[in-house]
């Protein structure tokens, strides 16, 4: 359940807002197309459950990051 995804992913956050605003951010980069919004943010939450979550997601931005430098 859900619920169970959540409590495990706090462990690595210090509150459940910062948990919110990371994940909606891990979701929007993980979601693939003709899947469900529901199991990809499962899946984040799996994910955060096992790792820290800020260093996945400043991981995930750097990539990004660096293209938008190179085209400015």
Not at 7 to 31: D, P
Not at 32 to 47: G, S
């Amino acid at each position: 359940m859900r619920s169970n995804l959540v409590f495990g992913a706090l462990s690595h956050v210090s509150n459940r807002y910062s948990l919110c605003q990371l994940a909606s951010k891990a979701t929007r980069k993980l979601h693939k197309p003709n899947t469900r919004l529901q199991d990809t943010t499962n899946e984040v939450l799996a994910r955060f459950h096992g790792t820290n979550p800020a260093s996945l997601i400043e991981a995930m931005s750097a990539p990004a990051q660096e293209s938008e430098r190179r085209a400015a």
